[in-house]
């Protein structure tokens, strides 16, 4: 058994809040480069006006000025979405979880000078002034650390987002159809190019897990199982081709990629949930 104090995990916390804000991990870095260089080509294959390389280009200059000079990628920094894979021979110690998380969320925050943007009920709509709560997903695993990831998460992409709860009958081509026109109503509103996460299987709380981890995964690392990779590879081509485009202008980078996450689920369901998100694909980790 090893004991671990929870003010290590405010404090690992505090600093993903405002590193995760203030830098992109290095594989969305890359894929939006190599976006752009496909943006450049079809430009001089078409004689178009070359906005989406523009456009994409901008985005680049934005992510590097904000790590530069260290402030945030994007004004919404997000409601905090922390997950946290607790090894089931750690004992904690110090105070509660949950109170250590919110406060690593509230100094973060407030020392990297990020926008607070939670309020405490849905309809009175007053601010909480810190930033908290944070959306907390908490799995236990096997062994003795703690891995923590901070996912800032902004609405302009979240309000995008969408689920359903098919009938088995629906199959493939249902759920196909719904995740690209999920994509297709949402146009230009999430701040394309867009990273969708997906979910397919579980419940109806269930499968919106699934599409929120699914944002999580590497953008360069193809999905485990070649049938899930290859519907991964078609979604993204037909969701490309519907002409959105960088920042709704028109192109063919409409998203950077799609992920996909699945679990069993119930003989008479089949439950889809997407899950969008702009090109500021924040999200660190750290393991205790």
Known sequence: MREVDVKLITEAVARLAIDTNYDLSRDVKSCIHDCRLKEIREAMDSDNSGLAADILGMIEDNIELAAEKNIPLCQDTGLACVFIDIGQDVHLTGGDLREA???????????????????????????TQDNTPAHIVMDIVPGENIKITVAPKGFGSENMSSIKMFPPAAGIEGAKTFIVETVKNAGGNPCPPIVVGVGIGSTFDGVALLAKKALLLPLDERNEDPAYAEM???????????????????????????????APTHIAGMPVAVNINCHVQRHKSVTI
Do not use: H, M, W
Not at 106 to 119: D, F, I, N, Q
């Open 101 to 127: 998380i919110n406060e690593g969320v509230r100094r973060g925050y407030e020392e990297g000078y990020l926008r607070k943007s939670v309020v405490a009920d849905p309809f009175t709509r007053i601010n």
């Open 232 to 262: 991964e590879d078609e979604l993204l081509e037909r969701i490309n081709e519907l002409d959105i485009g960088p920042q709704g202008f028109g192109g063919k980078t409409t998203a950077l990629a799609v992920k996909i996450l699945t």
